[in-house]
């Protein structure tokens, strides 16, 4: 089910209804229906595979619990690799099994021998790669001793399930999530306008920006061949804002959301654009997966690896960018792409000595200094360099695309409906000035400090209208079910 | 500074965890570049902006220098405070 869809528009109000007004007064009952609701939000998709969910969530559930009893360290380890090994076997086969087989052969028939392919007929299951994540570092954290095992089932399964951050993050950790199901929520207008404040602006992103950024970006990425330079280069930077419009709109929808129903998630997005250099980027962008691979990837391999010297911290963040690219899907193009950013941040570490820039951009000031403008506009070309091989369905395409930049002519863009792509670019800037505006804010609509209804009146409306103006006429997934 | 090194001295006294802080002070200054640092049992790497993941592991290194000592990977992963890195270093040096 997606979230800019007629059948989320039915099922929201229904779930909200029933959790506020039906099962308010019983905790379990209110959790029971979020596990139903959630099932049932999933299951839209393709019910077959609610049986992964469920299952990863007996198997963690059980964990959990043996590992409270067991006091064995070895017993204690088998049981965590258990749960590594089921969770990351269902997203292995599911997600990898062609990509690995086919490399298989292509290796040996790079030495001569041949092998008659077998490759499956496999559906990704939406999602996969985030509840996976998300139950993982459960049990990690149960076994690190630094999470209480839960003995409430239905809260464990509402946590691994619950809808709105379920097929696309954020990514929780059960540290944060999981006690919130064992306390009561109280329904409260500010927490819940607040909702409504960030599922709006996450719809204008996914809907006005991404969605219409997306039709320029196919229509340039699929005909390069027919295109200059500026205009190819042009269609990255569609590309940019699509794949953030997408992933922070949604992230936005999903923490909004969450909140109708009195939970609160991580921040997911904090203005990446305005990253003054590749490492602030990685703060800013993506943060829950970030931080994930930080503390289940990199740190315990920079640990193991801390008496290499310089060697050790090298290869550990090298090799956690090559998993992060590797998580979002199974193609070399985005192997290449966390190559890349893992490039960029070591080069950076060595420029900068390992110091990202302090506080958040034009700290003090109201626009920022022409030496972070510099920064930001560097930072932004590298990231977008990058996207060339997330965007393109193999490594000879984007190395074609790079060639068609470098050697076509350089005149103005020139491809169909530019008048239409001037307004989005005009959108573009928008956005960019009201999350520049917005930037020490948790959420970019928390209009707070505006005490004028009217003037807050007036931002909802217009965005409501751009909604409406600028609906996509095509109906556009979001890019991250794909992962 | 040179910290003592008689092994008699370990003792997780108060006097021993407030020798150890001023120490790690002066690792800390040194590794994240910032002389206004001042630790306390309570301090966590949220409280101090440099205090990053990749800083953290070089924070480890010098303090296994310093003391001569080597955590094990569990512990170091186990650590949610200054308090708690302190507890750590007296476990070692008793």
């Keep these: 089910m997606l979230f800019h869809s007629l059948d989320f528009a039915i099922f929201l109000p229904i779930v909200f209804f029933l959790y506020w007004f039906v099962a308010k007064k019983n905790l379990k009952l209110q959790n029971a229906l979020i596990v139903t609701a959630s099932y049932v939000f999933y299951g839209w998709w393709d019910w077959r595979f609610l049986s992964l969910i469920i299952f990863s969530t007996l198997v963690d559930y059980s964990i959990g619990r043996r590992l409270k009893n067991e006091e064995k360290q070895s017993t204690r380890k088998i049981l965590m690799w258990t749960s590594i090994i089921v969770n990351l076997g269902f997203l292995g086969f599911f997600k990898y099994y062609n990509f690995f087989l086919d490399n298989f052969i292509a290796a040996f028939s790079f030495f001569g021998q041949e092998i ?108 390069y061949g027919d295109y200059n330079g500026p205009t190819l280069i042009l269609g990255v930077i569609f590309f940019a804002f699509q794949v953030y419009g997408d992933f922070s709109g949604y992230s936005d929808i ?155 002519d350089w005149n103005f863009p020139d491809f169909e409906g530019r008048l239409l792509a001037l307004q989005i670019i005009i959108l573009i800037v928008f956005l960019l000035f009201v999350e520049y505006a917005q930037r020490n804010y948790d959420f970019t609509l928390d209009l707070s400090r505006f005490r004028s209804k009217s003037v807050r009146l007036v931002v909802y409306i217009s965005l409501v209208l751009l909604i409406i103006i600028y609906w996509p006429s095509k109906e556009q997934v979001f890019v991250y079910f794909q992962f | 500074m040179n910290f003592p090194t008689n092994k008699h001295l370990f003792k997780n006294s108060k006097m021993t965890r407030d020798l150890i802080k001023v120490e790690l002070d002066i690792v800390f200054r040194d590794v994240l570049d910032d002389d206004s640092i001042s630790l306390s049992d309570s301090t966590v790497a949220e409280d101090i902006e440099e205090w990053d993941s990749i800083n953290h592991i070089q924070l480890v290194v010098q303090i296994e220098k310093r003391y001569k000592i080597r955590f094990k990977a569990a512990e170091i992963q186990s650590w949610e405070n200054i308090g708690e890195i302190i507890d750590s270093i007296i476990r070692k040096l008793e």
């Design chain 1, 254 to 408: 999903a923490i909004g959301t969450s909140k109708l129903f009195g939970f609160n998630l991580m921040q997911n997005f904090a203005t990446p654009y305005f990253s003054r250099n590749i490492m602030e980027f990685w703060k800013r962008w993506h943060i829950s997966l970030t931080s994930w691979l930080t503390d289940y990837v990199f740190t315990p391999l920079a640990i193991n690896y801390r008496h290499w010297g310089t060697m050790g911290i090298v290869s550990s963040i090298f090799f956690t960018f090559l998993i992060s690219g590797l998580w979002h899907g199974a193609n070399w193009t985005f192997i290449v792409w966390g190559a890349l950013h893992g490039l960029y941040f070591l080069i950076t570490i060595l420029f900068t000595r390992g110091k990202t820039p302090k506080g958040i951009v034009g700290q003090n000031s109201v626009l920022p200094s022409l030496k972070e403008i510099g920064q930001i506009v560097l930072t932004f070309l590298l990231v977008c360099f990058s996207y060339i091989f997330f965007r393109v369905d193999s490594l000879s395409h984007g190395f074609a695309f790079i060639s068609r930049v470098c050697k076509s």
């Design chain 1, 116 to 223: 008659q392919p077998n490759t499956l007929n496999i559906i990704l299951p939406v999602g996969i790669s985030f509840y996976t994540f998300q139950t993982l570092s459960y049990t990690i954290d149960v076994y690190r001793n630094k999470l209480e095992p839960t003995e409430d089932f239905i809260a464990f399964s509402a946590f691994v399930c619950f809808f709105p951050q379920l097929v696309a993050g954020p990514i929780e950790r059960a540290s944060n999530l999981l006690p919130q199901f064992y306390k009561k929520r109280i329904f409260t207008y500010e927490k819940s306008a607040d909702g409504m404040r960030q599922i709006l602006w996450g719809l204008f992103k996914k809907v006005v920006i991404a969605d219409n950024c997306a039709e320029y970006a196919n229509l340039i990425f699929n005909n």
